[in-house]
């Protein structure tokens, strides 16, 4: 009862209270937010952070005003700054200092190319390296040894493999038995003839006549079979009109 009584307090009596000159209030507000003249509109502040501003605002009165306001100092130093750059003595040979700072330990790369055109599948970025030690390949090197083996294995077996790319004959036994290439296997096409569906087979006659006796002959059996069963009937009801001593005779 009493929510029957709350709803209709609020929908009769609290709702128009609150909407009662709403548009001309909303107007008011919207004007103040728009006049530039009219004292600056915020959203309302914790009640700590308002606090801590007041305290800032009593221990340093000038705090904001500096923004707004300009430094004529500052102005002056920025625009009378001015900066010049010189290299050192000891960098201006470019090919002297690259002489110098380079490391025999570690060397830097002399071949700076980081892809060239052939671009072997599966490899996203080649880096073209010139010599490898014994032992080891490139990932371009093995792809064209695992090539060459599919084509004709038994000609380029892991013996001669091994003593092309410097490698383990028993390892690469190993890789050339474990580790094979992807091969695309595309179908034939199989040529169709074309069909109509309006045009007769060639045994289509033959076989509706064959499929015609077939079902003749298989009405005729079907009311055979109901022909003995009526006849089996029909001695059945005579005999059980005649007695139960009528069969004996």
């Known amino acids: 009862m009493g929510q029957k009584v709350s709803r209709v307090y609020g929908f009769f009596v609290k709702r128009p209270i609150q909407r009662y000159n709403v548009e001309e209030r909303a107007h008011k507000v919207i004007s103040k937010i728009e006049d530039p003249s009219g004292p600056a509109m915020r959203a309302p502040m914790f009640q700590s952070d308002k606090e801590i501003l007041e305290r800032v605002r009593q ?18 130093r920025l625009r009378d700054v001015y900066v010049e750059s010189h290299d050192p003595p000891d960098l201006v040979d470019y090919q002297e200092n690259k002489q110098r700072h380079q490391n025999p330990e570690k060397p830097l790369p002399v071949n700076r190319t980081s892809s060239f055109a052939e671009l072997h599948p599966g490899v996203g970025r080649a880096t073209k390296v010139t010599t490898t030690k014994r032992g080891k390949i490139t990932l371009e090197s093995a792809l064209d040894m695992l090539t060459e083996h599919g084509k004709n294995p038994d000609v380029n077996d892991a013996e001669r493999l091994a003593n092309t790319y410097r490698l383990n004959p028993d390892t690469l036994s190993h890789v050339l038995k474990h580790y094979q290439l992807f091969k ?13 569906p309006l045009k007769a087979g060639q045994t289509w006659v033959e076989d509706t006549k064959d499929e015609l006796k077939g ?19 029909d001695e059945r ?5 005649l007695g139960p001593g009528a069969s004996k005779q």
């Open 59 to 76: 221990e340093n009165p000038n705090f904001g005003q500096e923004m707004s306001s300009k430094d004529s100092a500052l102005h002056t």
């Open 184 to 196: 695309i296997h595309i179908p034939e096409v199989k040529e169709t003839p074309d069909f109509d």
């Open 237 to 241: 009801k005579k005999l059980q009109k």
């Open 215 to 233: 079902a003749i002959s298989l009405m005729e059996e079907h009311k055979a079979h109901r022909k003995r069963l009526a006849q089996k009937d």
